[in-house]
């Protein structure tokens, strides 16, 4: 069964961190591709970040560029999301799945998960 688990939310101030992480199983992890989205209430689901787990090659949202580092730990099936600076405007639902890039746009291959809360107060 292809499940990926995300964790590492939580209330947060203006200005700190948090390191979201996003467990992988039931399929061969570095075959794939991932993103991290995220969806604030009231609005759309949005890609946030995305890395290539054969060269490392990353993506970012240009209001995220210089505070979100994504990673991956293909020994431990797992992709992270370092969230630094963090802003109000971040708080949302975050989710993590396989991920295509095509024509301009990512894709998610999977169904989303239960996601991981970040709220980030003022």
């Known amino acids: 069964e292809v499940q990926l688990v995300e964790s590492g939310g939580g209330l947060v101030q203006a200005g700190g961190s948090l390191r979201l992480s996003c467990a992988a199983s039931?399929?061969?992890?570095?075959?794939?591709?991932y993103g991290w989205f995220r969806q604030a209430p009231g609005k759309e689901r949005e890609a946030v970040a995305y890395?290539?787990?054969?060269?490392?090659?990353?993506y970012y949202k240009d209001s995220v560029k210089g505070r979100f580092t994504i990673s991956s730990d293909n020994a431990k099936n797992t992709v992270y999301l370092q969230m630094n600076s963090l802003k109000p405007e971040d708080t949302a639902l975050y989710y993590c799945?396989?991920?295509?890039?095509?024509?301009?746009?990512?894709?998610?291959?999977?169904?989303w998960g239960q996601g991981t809360l970040v709220t980030v107060s003022s």
């Open positions: 890395i290539t787990t054969n060269n490392g090659n990353t």
């Open positions: 039931g399929f061969t992890f570095d075959r794939y591709n």
């Open positions: 799945a396989r991920t295509i890039y095509e024509n301009g746009a990512f894709y998610a291959l999977d169904a």
